[in-house]
């Protein structure tokens, strides 16, 4: 490697570890700023979740943990925006003009599907689980007393991952564009990633029909939505490629 490779790659890593360091200002910012709230957000989440149930701190340390869990989750929501911005203006250089501009429309795409996953948790999966995980306690008699702790444990296990996974479409679209999947790759796998899916499903929801249909049909839609996306990324890529070939013939 000579002395012109070697400059351009330290020039990347001192780009990178510039971004990086401006990415953990901004989310040590939203944590002092989180700590602000995220009593008012546990005595929401507690009202309205924990509704009807009887919460108790089992350990000392419980307050503490999730007081830092909430503020920790808040800061980086609040900083996945930057951190998209970065991580877009670090590739910008090697992208083309169309891909500069989609690259960027996908900062507030993915931070929507983030709440709309979370949203749809919290809001939909999240209380259908907790009716069931009742009425089943009533049935054997046993009263439900939850640590602190444990009960909001088991309200992010559930939410994080399907705000995760609704970034499905994102991560399609990302990699199709990159050329390590294409749709009739995606078409291909289809009954292996519906069978993911209903793992998925049932690892997340208590086992009954209602709950697991609940979930598995919008990570179904998910699905064929990211599906269609990638095939019309690839036609677009397609003619693309056409029109420079086109172009070049023509030169």
Avoid: C
């Avoid at 444990?153 to 390590?180: D, G, K, Q, Y």
């Avoid at 294409?182 to 209602?210: D, G, W």
């Amino acid at each position: 490697m000579n002395e012109e490779q070697v400059q351009p790659l330290t020039e990347h890593l001192e780009e990178l570890r510039r971004r990086i360091i401006w990415i953990l200002l901004f989310f040590l910012v939203m944590l002092v700023i989180s700590f602000y709230y995220s009593i008012d957000i546990f005595r929401y989440i507690k009202d309205h979740a924990f509704h009807g149930y009887h919460l108790t701190v089992f350990k000392p340390a419980d307050p503490i943990l999730i007081y830092m869990e909430i503020s920790m989750i808040l800061a980086l929501v609040f900083t996945s925006p930057v951190i998209m911005y970065h991580l877009w203006q670090f590739v910008r250089p090697g992208l083309k003009k169309e891909e500069q501009r989609a690259a960027l429309l996908y900062i507030p795409v993915v931070v929507g599907l983030f709440v709309a996953g979370a949203l749809f948790g919290y809001f939909v999966v999240f209380p259908n689980v907790m009716d069931f995980l009742f009425s089943l306690s009533e049935k054997m008699g046993v009263p439900m007393l939850y640590g602190v702790d444990d009960a909001f444990n088991f309200l992010f296990s559930i939410v994080l991952p399907l705000a995760l996974f609704f970034e499905l479409p994102v991560i399609v679209l990302f990699l199709t564009r990159i050329r390590l999947i294409t749709p009739a790759f995606l078409n291909k796998m289809r009954r292996v990633a519906y069978f993911i899916l209903v793992v998925f499903s049932a690892l997340i929801a208590p086992p009954n029909l209602v709950s697991n249909i609940l979930i598995f049909i919008p990570l179904i839609l998910l699905y064929e939505i990211s599906v269609g996306l990638s095939a019309w990324l690839y036609r677009r890529m397609e003619k693309e490629e056409e029109e420079e070939v086109e172009m070049d013939g023509v030169y």
